[in-house]
């Protein structure tokens, strides 16, 4: 084989690769939820999916000043959605596990705040 089909064909297998890389994989959720408060919290996390199925719920006391992460394994498509719960507060994040393989949320909690940010990890 000469240099070019060589190139020309490493460049195609690594072209096809990118394009169908992770399709049929199921989703990924990462959240961490910190506590930046002065008191402990009670936090309940709930992951649905845009067609009402529920991929995870769990609940936790978390101290002042520690993080807790929670993880969830969604199906390979669709709007998925992340819910941080306390008594008076609560953090949302969503994404679409079509475009975005795994995804990283964080819900910090402090005295009369909640702050969410997310971020796709990992393109399909």
């Not at 169908?20 to 996390?45: M, Y």
């Amino acid at each position: 084989m000469d240099r070019r089909r060589l190139l020309a064909a490493a460049g195609a297998g690594a072209f096809a690769g990118c394009l169908g890389s992770g399709g049929d994989e199921p989703g990924r959720l990462d959240l961490t939820v910190r506590n930046g408060g002065e008191e402990p919290v009670d936090v309940a996390v709930v992951v649905r999916g845009d067609d009402g199925t529920t991929y995870a719920e769990e609940s936790d006391r978390i101290g002042s000043g520690v993080a807790r992460a929670f993880e969830a394994t969604v199906a390979a498509a669709g709007r998925h959605e992340v819910a941080a719960t306390g008594d008076d507060w609560e953090g949302r994040l969503a994404w679409d596990a079509g475009v975005c393989a795994a995804f990283d949320g964080t819900v910090v909690v402090d005295d009369g705040t909640v702050e969410v940010a997310g971020e796709c990890l990992d393109l399909r």
